[in-house]
T-cell receptor
């Protein structure tokens, strides 16, 4: 069983489109994250949710909107995609009892 | 707020040689420290973690790391590198539950045959 799963794994889309990336964790964790990894491999936190409540919201364009329908899911919706949004996006989850973060396999987004 | 630096962007070692990857952190309280590895095209896998207690921690794949509070460091070591260790290595610091989980910029390890 996959602990943290993201879909899709690859996403190629044109500038200006709106797209969503889905994330689900079956670990029973209370906290979920979205990270962006740029071409230089730098991992930058974007959002963190705890029990469906937004905890961390780093400096991210408001075209990016996270949605957490329940504790096990944290989806990322991106409006009006730009070339600079091309990156790998990672979802992760974590809990107070087990403080390392568990990561999904990533979604490679390419905006053309 | 936490921050992490990894001074070496890229390190090349020969197979069988020893390895040390450096990590320095900044955090006002006792940190939780982690090393992750990312193979090309893959997600992040936890190598080891430090929460408290013994400052020398053992991880998977023969890696170990030592926490030195006086130097704010958490360096990763391996006595003999294998070609399959070639990957990107990330040091991370986490604090309390629900708060930021911050990564360093990463160190790319290349292994020569």
């Amino acid at each position: 069983d996959t602990a943290v799963s993201q879909t899709p794994k690859y996403l190629v889309t044109q500038m200006g489109n709106d797209k969503s990336i889905k994330c689900e964790q079956n670990l029973g964790h209370d906290t979920m994250y979205w990270y962006k990894q740029d071409s230089k491999k730098f991992l930058k936190i974007m959002f963190s949710y705890n029990n469906k409540e937004l905890i961390i919201n780093e400096t991210v364009p408001n075209r990016f909107s996270p949605k957490s329908p329940d504790k096990a899911h944290l989806n990322l919706h991106i409006n009006s995609l730009e070339l600079g949004d091309s990156a790998v996006y990672f979802c992760a989850s974590r809990t107070e009892l087990n403080t390392e973060a568990f990561f999904g396999q990533g979604t490679r987004l390419t905006v053309v | 707020a936490q921050s992490v630096t990894q001074p070496d962007i890229h390190i090349t070692v020969s197979e069988g040689a020893s390895l040390e990857l450096r990590c320095n952190y900044s955090y006002g309280a006792t940190p939780y420290l982690f090393w992750y590895v990312q193979s090309p095209g893959q997600g992040l896998q936890l190598l080891l973690k430090y929460f408290s207690g013994d400052t020398l921690v053992q991880g998977i794949k023969g890696f170990e790391a030592e926490f030195k509070r006086s130097q704010s460091s958490f360096n990763l070591r391996k006595p003999s590198v294998h070609w399959s260790d070639a990957a990107e290595y990330f040091c991370a610091v986490g604090a309390h539950y629900g708060q930021n989980f911050v990564f360093g910029p990463g160190t790319r390890l290349s292994v020569l045959p």
